[in-house]
């Protein structure tokens, strides 16, 4: 049997308006449950790939619920833990043309805010793992999370697995008195393949350069910035971002670019314009990646094409999750965008 992927982080119960209605409107909400690393699960059990997630859900109903949830679409859950007050929650409301979306969070006091070290037993995690993926909303979410993480990384780091990390930086969900640029470049220094732009690697990562201020991103930029990160975390061995062209809340163009500090090798353009859910893209983007460097690891363009188009299916699929195929992902990667039925 194939080595595991493990993810770890946050899962939240995802409520969300339907039909485009506004908070205001509705007297309803679709729910659903997700949440960045356990969406890089879920699409990876979708293409084939062993994987578990590993986070902290309440001792109750609900809690069970999201595990059961998980269990259905192919995401071990065996090293779950439960504990602490509540299930986290977001409220979503999608936009349409002019009006872009809205995400309300109620998440205080959460099951996973509340870990805390020793709660998880990373040598039986790791036992039959190959990868290892997190992103940067954990630590902003607690100390505890921060320390569980780091006791993971460090345990990773022993066994000789690959790490992945999206930098995820949002500044609004850093906790008070936690500073993403103080902590985040501890745990960027164990980790081996890394989604960010160059923002992230200014205002997070300790990169000092003027690209955020001029605002011209281009492939040179991003070159530029890979070089500059690679030098200050050298295990770093590849960084890959995105280029979102926001036309409309409906319709946006989406291509991706990978670097080894060398060279930038750049998806195809798609573009998107009837976007069912962006709400996932970037974790769409990193199981697409996780699942290249795993089956083709030395054909860089062939794992940012894959990753890409993966994504770009995710937006026509609501809810957080990527449910598509290997098989249909390959067919967009043929030039098939027709979406004309498949008698």
């Known amino acids: 049997m194939s080595k595991k992927v493990i993810t770890f982080g946050e899962v939240m119960l995802r409520l969300a308006t339907p039909e485009y209605k506004r908070f205001s409107q509705t007297h309803k909400f679709g729910g659903t449950f997700g949440g960045g690393e356990v969406n890089v699960s879920v699409s990876l059990a979708n293409f084939g790939i062993p994987t578990s997630f590993v986070t902290q859900l309440p001792n109750n109903d609900i809690g069970k619920a999201c595990q059961q949830s998980l269990n259905e679409l192919g995401v071990e859950t065996n090293h779950i833990s439960f504990g602490g ?3 986290g929650i977001y409220f979503l409301e999608t936009g349409a043309v002019s009006r872009g979306s809205k995400v309300v969070y109620d998440r205080a006091n959460s099951a996973f805010s509340q870990l805390k070290k020793g709660d998880i037993n990373w040598n039986e995690v790791f036992a039959d793992a190959n990868w290892f993926h997190w992103t940067g909303i954990i630590p902003a979410i607690s100390e505890g999370a921060t ?13 000789g697995i690959t790490v992945s990390c999206d930098v995820n930086y949002r500044s609004k969900l850093w906790r008070e008195g936690a500073k993403a640029e103080e902590i985040m470049p501890k745990l960027i220094a164990k980790t081996d393949i890394l989604i960010g732009n160059e923002f992230d690697a200014e205002k997070v990562l ?5 690209i955020v201020a001029k605002g011209e991103f281009t492939n040179q930029s991003f070159l530029e910035t890979t070089r500059e990160l690679m030098k200050k975390y050298p295990r770093v061995k590849k960084i890959i971002t995105t ?22 090798l750049q998806s195809p353009v798609y573009q998107m314009t009837h976007i069912v859910d962006r709400v996932g893209g970037g ?3 990193m199981a697409g990646l996780i699942y290249g460097f795993l089956n083709y690891p030395e054909n860089d363009q062939q794992i940012i094409d894959f990753a890409v188009a993966a994504s770009c299916i995710k937006h026509t699929v609501y809810g957080d999750v990527n449910l598509a195929s290997i098989a249909e992902v390959e ?4 030039g098939h965008l027709h979406g004309k039925i498949d008698w």
Request: net charge negative; proline share 0%; no cysteine.
């Open 331 to 334: 067919k967009l990667m043929q």
């Open 283 to 285: 974790d769409s983007l």
């Open 147 to 159: 320390e569980v993480l780091f006791e993971a990384l460090e345990k990773a780091e022993s066994y």
């Open 85 to 87: 007050e509540r299930l």
């Open 243 to 264: 280029r979102r062209g926001t036309i409309s809340a409906n319709h946006n163009s989406w291509l991706g670019i990978i670097s080894e500090g060398k060279q930038v």
């Open 206 to 210: 300790g990169v000092d350069t003027d």
